[in-house]
């Protein structure tokens, strides 16, 4: 069994990205991202720090924009249009999920969709429906493909099982699956598909991505499965320093024993989704300055 490093493939990823990043400052360009954080929900604060400390450590400019949990929907909407008018910044992030009174989807809709990093606008999800690669797909699938190239997990006429049909993974990653570049066998599984234990267990490769802690267990495994854990779930735990333990949508103890290999969490997948938005937001930045 082997356990796919998560942290170290999202080190090399950033160590490909550093060299981009230095080669642009050289010719004058210092590529920029603009973190959105809508309200003061601790988790989200954790994962849009840890972006903009990410840009620091490789030499990209950043801003942090953060609005009042009760901002308008209109003042959201000014801060993306003075983001795209903004040349210093390529890329523009708003930290979902923003609070039920922000219509999400007008917000994505509002973002240019040369500076989408996220690849959420539509413009971005057709391009990757076509196959068009000048598009941005969004960082946790992306994350996901690079750690099953990196593990040397063979995706051609694999049958592979993507548990989730969210927009920022389960939709995506069914795409990236069963594009020419992966060229696996799909199936999408959501909360009301039938029989869902003995569903995955026909699959090569498994994709979870429910939000639901150890939500796989082992009766949904078969021996030699490649599984990929995308869930982060906070769990209460007295004896953990910080009161939470991060699990993911995998029972890692029962399932690890049977896998050809797994992702951890953390040290899996939510590295690799950090490392895939800075890869992005160079990407965006080539595109927008011709470099
Ligand atoms: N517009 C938008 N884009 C996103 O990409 C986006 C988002 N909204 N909303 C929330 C999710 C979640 N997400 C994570 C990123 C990194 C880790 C990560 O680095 N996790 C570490 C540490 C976990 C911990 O200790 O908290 C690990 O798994 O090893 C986790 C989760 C990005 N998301």
Same mark, same amino acid.
């Given at each position: 069994m082997q356990i796919i490093d998560g942290k170290l493939v999202a080190s090399q990823v950033l160590e490909e990205v550093k060299g981009d990043i230095d080669r642009l400052k050289a010719a004058g360009i210092t590529p920029g991202l603009?973190?959105?954080?809508?309200?003061?929900?601790p988790a989200s604060q954790v994962y849009v720090n840890s972006k903009v400390k990410k840009c620091g450590e490789l030499g990209m400019h950043s801003r942090k924009i953060v609005l009042p949990a009760d901002a308008s929907q209109e003042e959201l909407l000014e801060v993306i249009r003075e983001l795209n008018a903004d040349a210093s910044i390529h890329g523009i992030l708003v930290q979902s999920p923003p609070p039920p009174h922000i219509d999400e989807a007008a917000v994505v809709l509002e973002i240019d969709?040369?500076?989408?990093?996220?690849?959420?606008?539509?413009?971005?999800?057709?391009?990757?429906?076509?196959?068009?690669?000048?598009?941005?797909?969004?960082?946790?699938p992306l994350g996901c493909i690079r750690l099953l190239k990196a593990a040397g997990i063979e995706t051609a006429g694999a049958n592979a099982v993507v548990i989730g049909r969210s927009m920022i993974v389960g939709k995506?990653?069914?795409?990236? *699956?069963?594009?020419?570049?992966?060229? @696996?066998?799909?199936? %999408? !599984?959501?909360?009301?598909?039938?029989? *869902?234990?003995?569903?995955?267990?026909? @699959?090569?490769?498994? %994709? !979870?991505?429910?939000?639901?802690p150890s939500f796989v267990t082992a009766e949904f495994v078969k021996d030699g499965a490649v599984v990929i854990d995308v869930g982060i779930n906070r769990v209460e735990d007295a004896s953990a320093k910080r009161g939470y333990r991060i699990v993911g949508d995998v029972a890692y103890d029962e399932v690890a024993p049977r896998c050809r290999a797994i992702t951890p969490v953390p040290g899996g997948v939510g590295p690799m989704t950090i490392a895939m938005l800075m890869a992005n937001t160079v990407k965006a930045c080539r595109q927008q300055t011709g470099a």
């Open positions: 603009a973190v959105v954080l809508v309200g003061d929900d969709p040369a500076k989408d990093v996220d690849g959420f606008h539509p413009e971005n999800v057709a391009k990757l429906v076509m196959e068009d690669e000048s598009g941005f797909v969004p960082c946790t995506p990653m069914a795409h990236l *699956l069963m594009s020419k570049q992966s060229n @696996a066998t799909v199936t %999408v !599984a959501h909360s009301r598909t039938k029989n *869902l234990p003995e569903l995955c267990r026909s @699959a090569d490769i498994i %994709v !979870a991505a429910i939000g639901r």
